[in-house]
């Protein structure tokens, strides 16, 4: 059975920094290239961030590049995102996803960016 759990989420203020993690499990995950995404309250799914399954092809959209970094470490099967200099705006749900099959994702962690 796949699984993915992501953790580290929190209500954190503007120009802190939070670290997720996402414990997957139930599939090959060095062998898949992974993806965090987020979901505003009120708004669709936005893509963040992808990573090759070999970590070192690192993609970003544009609003995040510079202050997310996306990693892994295939020995734990476990993905991250650092997330530097946030902003209000970064307050969503954020999950972790396989990118060629979008199905298989987490439930969520909250990140609230407020003072």
């Known amino acids: 059975q796949v699984q993915l759990v992501e953790s580290g989420g929190g209500l954190v203020q503007p120009g802190g920094s939070l670290r997720l993690a996402c414990v997957t499990s139930g599939f090959a995950f060095s062998s898949h290239a992974m993806n965090w995404v987020r979901q505003a309250p009120g708004k669709g799914p936005e893509w963040i961030a992808t990573?090759?399954?070999?970590?070192?092809?690192?993609t970003y959209t544009d609003y995040v590049q510079g202050r997310f970094t996306i990693s892994r470490d295939n020995a734990k099967s476990t993905l991250y995102l650092q997330m530097n200099d946030l902003k209000p705006e970064d307050t969503a749900e954020y999950y972790c996803?396989?990118?060629?099959?979008?199905?298989?994702r987490g439930r969520g962690t909250q990140v609230i960016v407020s003072s």
């Open positions: 996803q396989q990118t060629q099959d979008a199905r298989q």
């Open positions: 990573i090759g399954n070999g970590g070192r092809i690192t």
